[in-house]
C-alpha cells in the first residue's frame, strides 16, 4: 500500500511521498487561478473549478478566495454556495450534501498530526468529514477531522465542531454542542423572533 492509499484510508501517512506533493502542488495552481480570475468572467471561474473538483455537482457556487490540499477528493452536491475564505483541508474525503451554505472563514479540516512530538515529526493522518443536506454552517466555524453533521442542521458562526451533530438540529460553541431541536414551528421565523411578512417562504 502506497502513501496516498494510506491516507486515503484513515492510515499515518508520509505526506511528500508517491506524488502527493505534486498532487496538493496542482491543486494550488488552479486555487490561484480560481482566486485571481477576473471577477466578471465567471465562465473561466467555473472551468477552473471543475478541474480543480471534478467529483463536485456543476450547480455549485464558491465565492473566491478558496483554498485546498487536493480538489479531488471533495464531493459536494447540487445548491451548493460558499462564501468568501473557504479553506477545505481534504486529505481524506470531504463529503457535502445539497443545498449547504456556508458562510465567510470558514475551514473544513480533515487534517491531523499525532500528539508526541516525534510520531508528529514524520507523520500525519486524515479522517473522513460528511457534511448532510440542508445544513448551513454560520461564519468562522471550523470543522475536525472524523465530524459528521446531519441533515438539515445550523452550525452556529464562531463554532469548533469536535464531534457528530445529529440531524435537524442547532448546535454552537467551542467545542460545538446541540443546544435545541429544530421544528416546522421555527419555519414562520426568518431571524430569531422576527416573523416572515410574505407568503412563499
Same mark, same amino acid.
Given at each position: 500500500? +502506497? ?5 486515503? *484510508?484513515? #492510515? %499515518?501517512?508520509? &505526506?511528500?511521498?508517491? =506524488?502527493?506533493?505534486? $498532487? ?19 465562465? *473561466?471561474?467555473? $472551468?477552473?473549478? *471543475?478541474?480543480? #473538483? ?8 464558491? !465565492?473566491? %478566495? ?5 480538489? /479531488? ?9 460558499? +462564501?468568501?475564505? #473557504? ?10 450534501? &445539497? ?24 507523520? !500525519?493522518?486524515?479522517? $473522513?468529514?460528511?457534511? @448532510?443536506? +440542508? ?10 477531522? @472524523?465530524?459528521?453533521?446531519?441533515? +438539515?442542521?445550523?452550525? @452556529?458562526? =464562531? ?6 451533530? &445529529?440531524?435537524? &438540529?442547532?448546535?454552537? @460553541?467551542?467545542?460545538? *454542542?446541540?443546544?435545541?431541536?429544530? /421544528?416546522? !414551528? ?12 410574505? $407568503?412563499?417562504?
Amino acid at each position: 500500500m +502506497n502513501h496516498k492509499e494510506r491516507m486515503l *484510508k484513515g #492510515l %499515518p501517512y508520509l &505526506s511528500n511521498e508517491d =506524488g502527493l506533493f505534486e $498532487e496538493r502542488q496542482r491543486a494550488k495552481a488552479l486555487c490561484y487561478s480560481i482566486n485571481t480570475c477576473d471577477p466578471l468572467d465567471v465562465d *473561466k471561474r467555473a $472551468e477552473y473549478l *471543475k478541474e480543480l #473538483l471534478p467529483n463536485a455537482s456543476e450547480n455549485i457556487y464558491i !465565492e473566491p %478566495p478558496f483554498r485546498c490540499d487536493y480538489g /479531488t477528493n471533495i464531493y459536494i452536491g447540487d445548491g451548493f454556495y460558499s +462564501n468568501y475564505n #473557504l479553506t477545505v483541508l481534504d486529505c481524506a474525503r470531504v463529503i457535502i450534501g &445539497s443545498n449547504v451554505l456556508i458562510g465567510p472563514n470558514v475551514c473544513i479540516t480533515t487534517a491531523g498530526h499525532p500528539i508526541h512530538h516525534l510520531s508528529r515529526k514524520k507523520y !500525519e493522518y486524515a479522517d $473522513e468529514i460528511v457534511i @448532510g443536506n +440542508n445544513v448551513w454552517i454560520g461564519a468562522n466555524v471550523v470543522i475536525n477531522p @472524523g465530524v459528521i453533521i446531519g441533515d +438539515n442542521s445550523v452550525i @452556529g458562526s =464562531g463554532s469548533v465542531v469536535t464531534k457528530n451533530i &445529529s440531524s435537524d &438540529s442547532v448546535a454552537v @460553541g467551542n467545542p460545538c *454542542k446541540v443546544i435545541r431541536r429544530i /421544528t416546522d !414551528e421555527d419555519r414562520k421565523y426568518y431571524y430569531k423572533d422576527r416573523i416572515f411578512d410574505v $407568503e412563499d417562504y
